[in-house]
């Protein structure tokens, strides 16, 4: 017997700076630290382990603002409850130091990723209707095609291409 999963055409997103995505994120955090504790009772000693998955889905979910949220929120939390000694704020000692600096430079990546692919996901044709392009690469190859053809082509004329706003 077979079975199939289908996958929807577009993940669910939540607005970024809406309170659902702050408390989507915090939930995320929140079964992170369940993880964890799991994690920790099997005498697996990894602080931020579990964290770096909320990081990524609150990222997918609700952009770059939940990301960053997950992330700041994770590290009073592991800070507190398991960094030693457990569950009291001490002085951080070298060896915590480096696994917090690696944690934030993990969940910077994460929550870029997760924003590049939030904006791939927006894409579609009709972004692109106006200029007759069915897809961003097709804009491109337009725009390159003018730059050589006419040397007088322009950054601009590429971000006009992209439809870009900055």
């Not at 602080?47 to 603002?65: D, E, Q, R």
Request: hydrophobic share 55%; proline share 7%; net charge negative.
């Amino acid at each position: 017997m077979r079975s199939s999963v289908t996958l929807p055409e577009r993940w669910p997103r939540i607005e970024p700076w809406s309170w659902r995505s702050f408390a989507a994120s915090l939930l995320l955090v929140l079964a992170s630290v369940a993880a964890q504790m799991i994690l920790v009772d099997l005498g697996l000693e990894l602080a931020f382990a579990a964290f770096f998955p909320a990081v990524l889905v609150s990222g997918f979910l609700g952009g770059k603002p939940a990301g960053a949220f997950a992330a700041v929120v994770t590290l009073p939390l592991v800070w507190w409850a398991f960094l030693p000694p457990a569950f009291e704020f001490s002085p951080l000692g070298a060896a915590a130091c480096e696994d917090i600096k690696l944690f934030f430079l993990g969940s910077v990546l994460l929550v870029y990723f997760a924003d590049l692919c939030r904006d791939l996901g927006s894409l579609d044709s009709h972004s692109y209707a106006d200029d007759g392009a069915a897809n961003p690469m097709v804009a491109f190859g337009a725009a390159r095609l003018s730059a050589a053809a006419t040397p007088a082509a322009t950054s601009e004329d590429v971000f006009r291409a992209f439809k870009l706003t900055i």
